[in-house]
């Protein structure tokens, strides 16, 4: 019992008391502590085996006098069968919960009778049927025990008792008894216990002095929460029991942030059950202790846990405990490595691989479930604290004053059918789960970019409710997967709660060959589902290094996902690569996207492998390094990935020095890729010649002056087979059939969202990036891609109006496509609409954005995003000179980038901008007022003036 000494009763500590229970001081009698497991001095201490000594005493006292509530069936053991020849009997047998509840009735009944023979000698009966009353000293009357009783608490109490579990016992009495008759007693109890070498601890206390001690340890309210009656006054147990709960529950609002923070501290020392190569099945995160945690919750009546697999989880941890106390023969919780195949060989298990991975599909379930345990009890200690506050608001108002009103909880919208709610993500009334398979993805991404939790019940819907995603993934889909692993440190509870209902292995089923897979290696410090998150996270923070993070977080993701997998000739990373690319198709990338996946899996140790091990002077070493990494993207790529890899596997992976030898390295073979040949620059793109719709908008948009737009669906390749007829047409086709732009195109059942593709085109004049990019974010339209690029219209049109040279172009062409935050497209009518208010100065974009952003400002949440980052690329153009623009997506964020372009006073010739997840990555080509390419010093300038604008 964890509230409890193990000083001897009846004298000082280490001095047995007489047989005949001399007097002893009360102190001695109320739980004093002493030293842990210590048997008495000069008694017949066990030896410390699996069992112990079985001396006399205890096959004398045992077998006799009734159990406890819930006493075995008389079938469970011989009649003059002692306790201990039952207990080698049920440590021989099968394991399992049984086995922990027969073990603890055996030992109901023995100390049953222990307590029966002690109170028979502590005094003569008295009559009652004389109306005599009842002496101090007497605690036995012709009805059985009186004003004393045995309690078996924590463990033990829940009737778990594993083959070297303390006994945590409670000797509980009314207080009027004489101090000698209750040492007697007591040493008539304990004695027995240590003479058959087990561990004990005990405490001899009245109801008022369990309270009162209750009230100031935390850990004694715990033992005294699964107290169970064993023998002797049953009413006296009862009247505890009510008088502890009835406390606990009282006072749940203070003590259970009490009882959190002790969670905390234990996981600080003894860290994360699910990943520890040496873990403690009690103390870590994850382990018993929080278990036991999770009741004390439910029994405040606060909060309850998720119940699914709760049991089944504390269950695998308390056979493996059992397994180990057996192998040892020791009461020790640390499953050690030397013990591990002997653990897993008595619990039938294949090696000790599957033993700690089953652990730590335990520890994962118990710690995820306190966690949203936590969550809840937070919940409603707000609400509850929000009453209280608006009760006392009300008083000081008077009987006149207005009442506070209790409305319902605020909703905020985060994407589309995804909205916040106290603290929490969950789905909107209108989402349809059972007809949007991105669903998922979407809310976990929300919640990962708001840094906020997914509520339990709206993920426990979507596990229940939506559909697959066809194969391979809509676009949406992968950016909506890119989001969540760009969120940073963010990302990782969210996708704990997709994995705790099996929502990640639905989405990538080869994700459970890696689950929870332990990882021998010490330098590592997770398992190798978790490291690959973690590398995400980490990736995360280096996607501005990147033209690629798209890539770059997914090949974070699944480099190492051959680990699942036995290792061939080439190890995890040859075998991985075959995984990452049929991970990759599933996702939906294209094909030479594949590719780079599959690289980036295939070497993601090279750099670091080579830059450590080999000689960097040695050209062959760098040709090698070139060969095998093949283009300057792959490169960049690599080299993040690298670092990302090594700074989520542990703090002995990555230093300083290897940071620099792996830079060396990437500058080496960087140089010796510059001399392959060069393809076609991008920023010569513009010259391909325009569609027959580019070309119609940018005649009407010179004959007119003004904007032309036009806004036509873009459906999925290959789209879905019909699962039934379609009631309605999906959100984008209905705007597409609105603005007059195409033939509208059915959604499967309303499945998949369709890509939106917004052509505009504008007669050349400064400031319509600017101009058309802030509309978009006015109507809260996210751009995924766009271009921007001079158009020449046919001679004929040109010359009719006026064509100033046959060299000049007429009209800018910009090429979106875009999705809706929340609902439908706006119709093409308003977006010209408010295009040309913009163009001629009556419509003021940075105020509105500005007032809007100011306005949700303070629910904006999550972990700060990387910093922008603005470089010339240089040498990429002989027309204009490159600015590419890394920074985190958010609304606006082209329309600040093309005002700080025409403020710095440069015309902007060609964009090409692409969001990737929650990141933006653009080119901008961009000349002087005459029309060419920027001096550097210039070029510098312009880069310094964007980046001081976006920061």
């Known amino acids: 019992m964890t509230d409890t000494g193990r000083q001897q009763p009846g004298g000082q500590q280490g001095e047995r008391a007489p047989a005949g229970g001399g007097p002893a001081e009360a102190g001695t009698l109320t739980g004093d502590r002493g030293p842990a497991r210590e048997a008495p001095a000069g008694g017949r201490h066990g030896s410390g085996g699996a069992l112990g000594a079985l001396g006399a005493s205890g096959a ?49 009944r023995w100390l049953a009778g222990l307590l029966h023979g002690a109170t028979g000698d502590a005094g003569p009966p008295r009559g009652p049927a004389n109306g005599e009353p009842r002496a101090p000293g007497d605690v036995r009357t012709p009805r059985g025990i009186r004003g004393v009783s045995l309690v078996a608490v924590g463990g033990y109490g829940r009737g778990e008792l594993s083959p070297r579990s303390d006994l945590d016992l409670l000797l509980l009495h009314d207080g009027s008894l004489r101090p000698g008759a209750l040492a007697a007693v007591a040493d008539r109890l304990w004695y027995p216990v240590w003479d058959m070498g087990l561990a004990l601890d005990h405490s001899v206390r009245t109801p008022a002095e369990a309270l009162r001690t209750a009230g100031e340890d935390l850990k004694v309210t715990l033992g005294l929460l699964d107290a169970r009656h064993i023998a002797g006054d049953a009413a006296l147990t009862a009247g505890l029991r009510t008088a502890v709960f009835a406390d606990w529950r009282n006072r749940a609002a203070r003590r259970l942030p009490e009882l959190r923070e002790l ?56 056979d493996t405990r059992d397994a180990l106390h057996l192998t040892t023969g020791r009461a020790t919780d640390r499953l050690a490595l030397q013990e591990q195949d002997q653990v897993a060989a008595a619990l039938g298990l294949l090696d000790s691989d599957t033993l700690l991975r089953e652990v730590y599909e335990a520890a994962r379930t118990l710690a995820y479930a306190t966690d949203v345990t936590w969550r809840e009890v937070d ?37 589309d059918g995804v909205v916040e709610q106290d603290g929490e993500v969950v789905l909107a009334r209108t989402a349809r789960p059972d007809r949007d398979p991105v669903l998922p993805l979407r809310a976990a991404a929300a919640a990962a970019q ?32 890119v989001t969540l692993l760009g969120a940073g440190p963010a990302t990782v509870p969210v996708w704990e709660s997709l994995e705790a209902e099996g929502l990640v292995t639905r989405l990538l089923p080869d994700w459970e060959r890696v689950r929870c897979r332990p990882q021998r290696n010490p330098v590592h410090r997770w398992t190798v589902d978790r490291h690959l998150v973690e590398t995400a996270v980490r990736a995360a923070a280096l996607t501005r290094r990147v033209g690629r993070p798209d890539l770059l977080l997914v090949a974070a993701l699944l480099h190492d996902i051959g680990k699942g997998w036995p290792d061939g000739p080439g190890g995890h990373s040859v075998t991985g690569e075959t995984i990452a690319r049929d991970m990759a198709r599933r996702i939906g990338f294209p094909a ?12 993601h140790l090279l750099l670091v492998e080579t830059a450590t091990r080999r000689d960097l002077d040695d050209p062959a070493t760098v040709r090698l390094v070139a060969d095998a990494v093949g283009g300057h993207g792959t490169l960049e790529l690599l080299h993040a990935l690298t670092e990302a890899d090594a700074l989520a596997t542990g703090p002995a992976a990555w230093s ?69 007829p379609a009631a309605a047409a999906g959100a984008d086709t209905a705007a597409a059939a609105a603005a007059g732009s195409g033939p509208g195109v059915a959604e499967s059942g309303g499945t998949l969202p369709l890509g939106v593709e917004l052509l505009v ?20 339209l996210t751009v995924r891609t766009a271009e921007l690029r001079p158009l020449r219209l046919p001679p004929g049109v040109a010359g009719a109006a006026g064509d100033p040279g046959p060299g000049a172009p007429h009209v800018l062409l910009l ?137």
């Open 60 to 108: 004398a006292s045992a077998g006799g006098g009734p159990g406890g509530p819930g006493a075995p069936p008389a079938e469970e053991a011989e009649p003059e069968e002692t306790y201990a020849a039952a207990r080698v009997r049920l440590l021989g047998a099968e394991g399992g919960a049984a086995r922990r509840a027969a073990l603890a009735r055996a030992t109901d």
């Open 263 to 318: 969670g905390r501290e234990r996981a600080e020392r003894h860290g994360e059950l699910q990943f520890l190569l040496e873990p403690d099945l009690k103390e870590a995160r994850g382990g018993l202790r929080d278990a036991t945690a999770l009741r004390a919750v439910a029994a405040s009546w606060l909060a309850d846990a998720p119940r699914a697999g709760l049991d089944r989880a504390r269950e695998r941890l308390l």
């Open 379 to 415: 919940r409603v200690l707000r609400a509850r604290g929000g009453r209280r506050g608006a009760a006392r608001l009300r008083s000081l108002l008077g009987a006149s004053g207005r009442p506070v009103p209790r409305g319902p909880a605020e909703r905020t919208p985060l994407a």
């Open 450 to 481: 708001a840094g906020l939790p997914l509520s339990l019940p709206a993920v426990r819907l979507l596990a229940a409710q939506v559909p697959p995603l066809p194969v391979p993934w809509p676009d949406e889909a992968r950016e909506q997967l």
């Open 592 to 603: 030479a996207d594949v590719d780079v996946i599959g690289a980036l899996a295939r070497h």
């Open 656 to 724: 300083a020095w290897r940071a620099s030898l792996v830079a060396d390295l990437a500058g080496r073979v960087r140089g010796a890729l510059a001399g392959e040949p060069a393809g076609a620059a991008a920023g010569e793109r513009g010259a391909r010649a325009p569609g027959a719709e580019e070309e119609r908008l940018a005649v009407e948009a010179w004959r007119t002056g003004g904007p032309a737009l036009a806004v036509r669906a873009r459906t999925e390749e290959p789209p879905p087979p019909p699962a039934e």
């Open 761 to 780: 085109a504008v007669p050349d004049r400064p400031g319509v990036l600017p101009a058309v990019a802030g509309v978009l974010a006015l109507h809260r």
């Open 815 to 951: 090429n979106w496509r875009v999705a809706a935050e929340f609902g439908s497209l706006p119709a093409a009518d308003r977006l010209r609409a408010d295009l040309l208010r913009v163009l001629d100065g009556t419509l003021d974009v940075p105020a509105r954005l500005a007032e809007r952003e100011k306005a949700y400002r303070p629910r904006r949440r999550g972990t700060p995003a990387p910093p922008p980052r603005v470089t010339v690329a240089r040498g990429s153009s002989q027309v204009a000179t490159v600015i590419e623009v890394r920074a985190q997506d958010a609304p606006g964020l082209l329309h600040r980038i093309g005002r700080a372009l025409e403020t710095a006073g440069v015309q902007v010739r060609g964009a090409y901008v692409s969001t990737l997840g929650a990141n933006a990555v653009d080119a901008f080509y961009v000349t002087d007022t005459a029309g060419r390419p920027l001096a550097d010093a210039r070029a510098g300038e312009v880069a310094d003036a964007l980046a001081a604008a976006l920061g």
